[in-house]
């Protein structure tokens, strides 16, 4: 059975699963790929990194010892070791825990009044924007995995996921919407009850 560690660990095996990567490398891809539904920091990502290493799970590549001592942590590169494997297998056998949201904007909408209708509106135009940003990454992203769907064992895999991510979007865009005009109406009764 899977240690109990940070999902952070888990995220790290699973993306070695795949190729060698660099600390600077993971937080890219994690920041890209998976952002939709995932986030992680340089902060966990290092620690977590020494913590695999130390445990046997993943090992620096190339010879460690030969490493110019002042290159950067961003240089060196991590592989997933044949125990590191193994438990990223056991992990993706255990159920999955509770998942919990968080969303700032809808917290602050919730809290939010008539008087609040014109920042609440700016937040929403700048939610949508960036999720519409993220839309054409993803859809570029999804593009070139279509090509490339025999490279990697879990390519159609992560197509599933972009799928998940896309169908998101579109409710987001589609609530966005709605919520932008009742707030613009808002706005406009505001105006209209001052003017009387």
Request: charged share 25%; proline share 2%.
């Amino acid at each position: 059975m899977a240690a109990k560690r940070s999902k952070t660990g888990y995220v790290i095996l699973g993306l070695l699963s795949e190729e060698n990567l660099s600390g600077y490398e993971i937080k890219k891809i994690v920041d890209t790929r998976l952002s939709f539904f995932w986030s992680e920091s340089f902060g966990q990502i290092y620690p977590e990194l020494k913590r695999l290493a130390a445990e046997g799970l993943i090992a620096v590549c190339g010879d460690p010892v030969s490493m110019d001592s002042k290159s950067s942590t961003q240089s060196i590169k991590y592989r997933i070791t044949g125990p590191g494997r193994l438990e990223l297998a056991e992990w993706l056998k255990t159920p999955v825990e509770k998942e919990s949201i968080r969303y700032e904007l809808l917290l602050k909408l919730y809290f939010s009044n008539t008087d609040s209708s014109a920042t609440m509106l700016q937040h929403i135009r700048e939610f949508e924007i960036n999720h519409r940003r993220q839309q054409l990454l993803f859809g570029k992203f999804e593009d070139q995995l279509k090509q490339n769907l025999d490279v990697h064992s879990n390519h159609s895999r992560i197509l599933m996921v972009l799928s998940f991510g896309q169908k998101l979007w579109e409710s987001y865009a589609e609530w966005c919407g709605e919520t932008i005009a009742l707030l613009e109406q808002d706005i406009a009764e505001q105006g209209t009850s001052s003017d009387e």
